[in-house]
């Protein structure tokens, strides 16, 4: 069963910065369309960012040009680079990961999601 573990989550101020990782356990994710989502209390959960196979990336309006995703190989991990952050963007950030068979958006079915890890930005 693959395992993915969140790590780098803590509390900074607005306009602050974070880098999220995702590692992974048994798999690579050389093959594997991997994303980012957060879900803050009350609310819907929402993606972030997607990383294709490919090298590809898609964000998130709300992400886009504070947010990188990006992958690690040699660590195999995925991380998120968040800069900017403001108060709305305290939540709890989950990764997510599937085999890319050359699909890889919010829509698919994830099958294998970490534990999550806590993002508290104060104003």
């Known amino acids: 069963q693959v395992h993915l573990v969140e790590s780098g989550g803590g509390s900074v101020q607005s306009g602050g910065s974070l880098v999220l990782s995702c590692a992974a356990s048994?798999?690579?994710?050389?093959?594997?369309?991997v994303a980012w989502f957060r879900q803050a209390p009350g609310k819907e959960r929402e993606g972030v960012a997607t990383?294709?196979?490919?090298?590809?990336?898609t964000y998130a309006d709300f992400a886009k040009g504070r947010f990188t995703i990006s992958r690690d190989s040699t660590k195999n991990t995925v991380n998120l680079q968040m800069q900017d952050l403001t108060p709305e963007d305290t939540a709890t950030y989950y990764c997510?990961?599937?085999?890319?068979?050359?699909?890889?958006?919010?829509?698919?079915?994830?099958?294998?999601w970490g534990q999550g890890t806590q993002v508290t930005v104060s104003s």
């Open positions: 048994i798999i690579t994710f050389r093959d594997t369309c």
């Open positions: 990383s294709n196979k490919s090298g590809g990336t």
């Open positions: 997510a990961a599937v085999h890319d068979n050359n699909w890889c958006d919010f829509t698919r079915n994830f099958a294998a």
